[in-house]
Antibody, heavy 120, light 111 residues
Framework: QLQLQGSGPGLVKPSETLSLTCAVSGGSTSSRSYYWGWIRQPPGKGLEWIGSIYYSGSTSYNPSLKSRVTMSVDTSKNQFSLNLRSVTAADTAVYYC????????????WGQGTLVIVSS | QSALTQPASVSGSPGQSITISCTGTSNDVGSYNLVSWYQQHPGKAPQIMIYEDNKRPSGVSNRFSGSKSGNTASLTISGLQAEDEAVYYCCSYAGSTTDVVFGGGTNLTVL
């Protein structure tokens, strides 16, 4: 059974960079069958797609966040990461890492979610 | 404002059927057979209920079904049960520039 374990600071100061990592177990980030994605959910609000990365390192980002987002994948450690620069209070959210079926573009597995609060 | 439009809330009594709509455009819902639906209980991560418009993952009850007509997708839950009370999100592939867009979510209340 695939497991996704997100980790990272729960508190980030405004203007700084939010950095999260998602460790994958029970599956491989080298698989060509999946993308690895990030989705966020502000408190009490809906889901927002952040972007995705393929095993090759190819990325695709939500246009509204593209200027501030970088994703990477480390197949040797079987994990992938998200960096979001210049954060503001509007970036406060639960951040989910996810496995996305290539070609189908649906989230098969979700991580447990990591709450990140942006505050000084 | 979400890219896909869902009703904010729907309700039904146990045993009844309900349908949640999800309206997009010809750039997303109408262009690809790639609509998925997710169920989210409070404090939990979402879980997939329907993918590729109308396919059901193993382990998901056959009371859940998906359909689509033009730019509008629908999720139908038959034989409502108390455990179905949750927020439901639709999602669609929207092309290589955007990848994926979500609906704003629909709060289902089982009366």
């Amino acid at each position: 059974q695939l497991q996704l374990q997100g980790s990272g600071p729960g508190l980030v100061k405004p203007s700084e960079t939010l950095s999260l990592t998602c460790a994958v177990s029970g599956g491989s980030t080298s698989s060509r069958s999946y993308y690895w994605g990030w989705i966020r959910q502000p408190p009490g609000k809906g889901l927002e797609w952040i972007g995705s990365i393929y095993y090759s390192g190819s990325t695709s980002y939500n246009p509204s966040l593209k200027s501030r987002v970088t994703m990477s994948v480390d197949t040797s450690k079987n994990q992938f990461s998200l960096n979001l620069r210049s954060v503001t209070a509007a970036d406060t959210a639960v951040y989910y890492c996810a496995r996305v079926r290539a070609g189908g573009w649906f989230v098969e597995y979700w991580g447990q979610g990591t709450l990140v609060i942006v505050s000084s | 404002q979400s890219a896909l439009t869902q009703p904010a809330s729907v309700s039904g009594s146990p045993g009844q059927s309900i349908t949640i709509s999800c309206t997009g455009t010809s750039n997303d819902v109408g262009s690809y057979n790639l609509v998925s639906w997710y169920q989210q209980h409070p404090g939990k991560a979402p879980q997939i209920m329907i993918y590729e418009d109308n396919k059901r993952p193993s382990g998901v009850s056959n009371r859940f079904s998906g359909s689509k007509s033009g730019n509008t997708a629908s999720l139908t839950i038959s034989g409502l049960q108390a455990e179905d009370e949750a927020v439901y999100y639709c999602c669609s592939y929207a092309g290589s520039t955007t990848d994926v867009v979500f609906g704003g979510g629909t709060n289902l209340t089982v009366l």
